[in-house]
């Protein structure tokens, strides 16, 4: 089985004073992208779904996908859900627990935008959407004290998990930076998969503490995102 995963971060207009333009996706494009998904077949499907499956305990859809959001921003609430809303899709969105109503403070010289309050993720939460961790504070993994990183990832996991009252399976490395250090420990603090950014497709081999997703930028036409889902299905690794 192949399944793709997609990542965004903002729908929405396109910041002009942005670092990361490619952040964002305008409105219009997320709406054509979905419609066009939608009519090609592609069903969303959640992390625990996908794990099911892995242990060989759930059937999919004949065309899977997972839409997924980093940083939790509230945007995602105001614009992004009502459109998945009206396609008949939802998401995983990766959000930092100890940052929730706050901004993305982790990067102090872009504009800030404010992030999903506790309550905001409790009432998308309780409309099917699923969530999981992108570590307590946007922590560089790699980069910071083993015993560091664990704590981010374990205590994420928890707060995730108090919050929602259910199982948090899956682990958004910051900044799509992890080693094997940082795996055996998101391992180590309860996590049954990780993801990251890479132009590449999910197959049934695939490492689940690396699992792939392809960016989608203010760039990408709809037409290059379908011709990605299409040709990757022909690429191994
Ligand atoms: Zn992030």
């Known amino acids: 089985m192949v399944v793709p995963i997609l990542v965004f971060h903002k729908i929405g207009p396109v910041p002009p004073d942005s670092r990361y333009p490619r952040n964002s ?3 219009e494009q997320f709406d054509a992208l979905l419609k066009s998904l ?7 499907i959640g992390f625990a779904q996908y794990l099911a499956h892995r242990r060989g305990e759930a059937t999919l859809p004949r065309k899977p996908i997972i839409l997924t959001f980093d940083d939790g921003y509230r945007s995602n609430a105001d614009i992004a859900v009502p459109i998945m809303r009206t396609h008949g899709f939802t998401a995983t969105i990766f959000v930092i627990p100890g940052l929730l109503g706050q901004t993305n403070r982790w990067d102090a010289d872009e504009p ?12 998308l939460h309780a409309e099917g959407f699923s969530f999981g961790s992108h570590t307590l504070t946007h922590a560089r993994l790699t980069a910071v004290a083993p015993d ?3 704590h981010e990832l374990r205590a994420s996991r928890e707060a995730l998990e108090a919050l929602l009252g259910e199982p948090v399976t899956t682990i958004c490395y910051p900044w799509a930076q992890h080693d ?3 795996r055996r420990l998101a391992r180590e603090a309860g ?11 999910n197959r049934d081999d695939t490492d689940l503490m690396v699992l792939h997703r392809i960016p989608v930028t203010y760039l990408d036409s709809t ?12 690429r191994r690794s």
């Open 25 to 27: 996706v305008r409105a």
């Open 191 to 201: 996590y049954a998969c990780g993801v990251e950014i890479r132009r590449r497709l």
């Open 180 to 182: 094997a250090g940082v």
């Open 38 to 44: 939608k009519g090609a077949g592609y069903e969303g």
């Open 112 to 123: 800030q935008e404010p992030l999903l309050s506790a309550d905001e993720v409790r009432a």
């Open 223 to 234: 037409w290059r995102i379908r011709w990605d889902l299409f040709r990757l299905q022909f």
């Open 148 to 150: 560091r990183a664990l």
